[in-house]
């Protein structure tokens, strides 16, 4: 009895419907989920391919707000305290509604235990799906050093290795955290944070006028909506920003999604595009140094999928294990996606770069497909064996497996949803031939990112590099961090 009236009631909440989820709309403040296919490829491994190698750049894991953020939400708490007022319909729960931040001197800016949780289940994910790592084996992980960000490496590190009893076998079974400073301008290209260390990057970042151009457009109509349920008090644009926000960040802080169920989907939709522009014409394709930042990184990791799991660049002391892992910030997301060449092409026409005023349902570049928390962009390589499922195999008692010849591919995946490489499609599952991918980035990217060094106005700037090395030569003055399961 009890329980079928929970059901009924979640049944009816908005947030549940299938149709539409404000969690799925709210960019950076999304908890994480696995972004839906647009190109309408299985996430799955194809058929009669093994992953072999793979690579992730990801944002660290749910946190509490910035304290900027968080300011703002005290300002909205002390609005909606300070004054004598009546509230009705979505917004009869606002004059109980409390801040989800209970301890300010230790929570702002850090991660939440959504945010380990996700980090750790991101562990135990990965493990299982490439089956890369035997029993006892260490792991070696790249981070920014910010400490949200090593949490989330930490977290994933526990969630990766967290199996049988290497207690008391300590050589057994670790993982080492290679910690590179977290938006230094010293580091240039080498480094997990490289948007700092270009400073040409933060001229080709128009996000603040983009996207505050866009919100003035609809956040007055939605306060003006809101103000009917309200006799006493006047919400403001500024309070609607708030307000969308407290959708993502309470859910994922505290489970309460009452601000979920305030605006409609049109609203959330408009919400949604704000941060898209704030993205793209940001740190994404329509800042013009954009891809410059984010090539190093896919270059090196080019470079490594050439050679191949278990080999290191001429010159390394490093060789990378085959799940490469670096832990950055929202920001060093959308480079990599312009460095790839993603999401900046259409069939349709007018839909790049993103209007500024009219948002056009075609396009691709979603921010809360690529920089929700603990958003991911992950190369793999595959080995694809030329046998197809209606093959027969033989196998003979006691002989050795035969080799079946296989052939190399890349797909990239962001946040689960694989996304096709422009005019690269032609491996199982719609992947790009390794040696034709090497040849896109070494040719076509490479002329799009340009030269680091020259494009960020570095040429004179001694020790500036365009490179990026960490991977497979460790860096001078590195700090290593030991995770072990004592
Ligand atoms: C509460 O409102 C009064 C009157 O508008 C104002 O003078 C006071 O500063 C406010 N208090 C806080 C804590 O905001
Ligand atoms: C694993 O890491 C531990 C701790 O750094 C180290 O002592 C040990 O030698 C490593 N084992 C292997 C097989 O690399
Ligand atoms: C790095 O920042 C410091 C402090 O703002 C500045 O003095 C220095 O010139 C910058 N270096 C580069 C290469 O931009
Ligand atoms: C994205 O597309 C726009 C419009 O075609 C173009 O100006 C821009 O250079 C592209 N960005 C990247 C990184 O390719
Ligand atoms: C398969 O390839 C390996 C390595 O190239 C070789 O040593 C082995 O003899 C081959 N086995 C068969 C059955 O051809
Ligand atoms: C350049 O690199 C060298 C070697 O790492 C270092 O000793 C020197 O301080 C660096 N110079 C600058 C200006 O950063």
Redesign the pocket.
Same mark, same amino acid.
């Given at each position: 009895m009890h329980l079928a009236i929970l059901v009924a009631a979640v049944a009816i909440s908005p947030v549940c419907s299938v149709s539409f989820n404000p969690l799925q709309h709210s960019g950076p403040a999304s908890p994480y989920f696995d972004a839906p296919s647009q190109d309408g490829i299985s996430p799955a491994t194809p058929t009669g391919c093994v992953v072999d190698q793979a690579a992730y750049i990801l944002r660290h894991g749910s946190r509490y707000p910035e304290p900027g953020s968080f300011t703002g939400w005290q300002a909205l708490f +002390?609005?909606f305290?300070? +004054?004598s007022y009546t509230a009705k319909g979505p917004l009869a729960f606002i004059p109980s509604w409390v801040p989800p931040v209970d301890d300010i001197p230790h929570e702002p800016l850090f991660l939440s235990s959504t945010g380990a949780l996700e980090a750790f289940s991101l562990g135990v994910d990965l493990r299982k799906r490439y089956q890369f790592t035997k029993g006892g084996e260490n792991i070696t992980v790249w981070s920014a050093s910010q400490q949200r960000v090593l949490d989330t490496a930490t977290f994933f590190t526990r969630g990766y290795l967290s199996q049988g009893n290497y207690l008391t076998t300590p050589s057994l079974n670790r993982g080492t955290i290679i910690s590179l400073p977290d938006s230094v301008n010293f580091t240039f290209a080498n480094s997990l944070t490289p948007s700092t260390g270009c400073p040409t990057y933060s001229t080709g970042d128009t996000s603040a006028v983009t996207s505050t151009a866009f919100r003035a457009t609809y956040q007055s109509a939605i306060a003006a909506r809101l103000n009917k349920f309200l006799d006493g008090l006047t919400l403001d644009a500024t309070d609607i920003g708030v307000m969308q926000d407290l959708c993502g960040f309470q859910t994922e802080i505290s489970g309460d999604t009452r601000f979920c169920h305030v605006f409609e989907d049109s609203e959330w939709l408009d919400y949604e595009y704000a941060d898209d522009l704030n993205y793209y014409y940001g740190s994404g394709p329509g800042n013009p140094f954009s891809a410059t930042v984010g090539f190093p990184w896919v270059k090196a990791i080019s470079d490594l999928f050439a050679l191949g799991p278990g080999e290191t660049t001429p010159g390394g002391n490093i060789t990378p294990p085959a799940l490469i892992m670096g832990f950055t910030h929202d920001n060093n997301l959308p480079p990599v996606i312009s460095a790839l060449g993603l999401w900046n092409t259409s069939h349709e026409p007018g839909v790049y770069p993103l209007s500024l005023t009219m948002p056009n349902s075609q396009r691709q570049f979603r921010s809360s497909y690529v920089v929700a928390f603990r958003g991911y962009i992950a190369l793999e390589r595959l080995k694809c064996s030329a046998t197809s499922d209606e093959e027969t195999v033989v196998h003979v008692a006691g002989a050795a497996p035969a080799n079946v010849s296989t052939s190399k591919y890349v797909r990239v995946r962001v946040d689960h949803a694989p996304v096709a490489i422009p005019g690269c499609t032609s491996g199982p599952g719609s992947t790009c031939p390794l040696e034709q991918f090497t040849t896109y980035i070494d040719t076509t990217r490479a002329t799009a990112a340009g030269d680091f060094v020259q494009r960020c106005g570095l040429q004179r700037v001694v020790n500036a590099t365009g490179e990026v090395t960490f991977l497979t030569v460790a860096p001078p003055d590195i700090q290593e961090l030991l995770v072990g399961l004592n």
């Open positions: +002390t609005k305290q300070n +004054t």
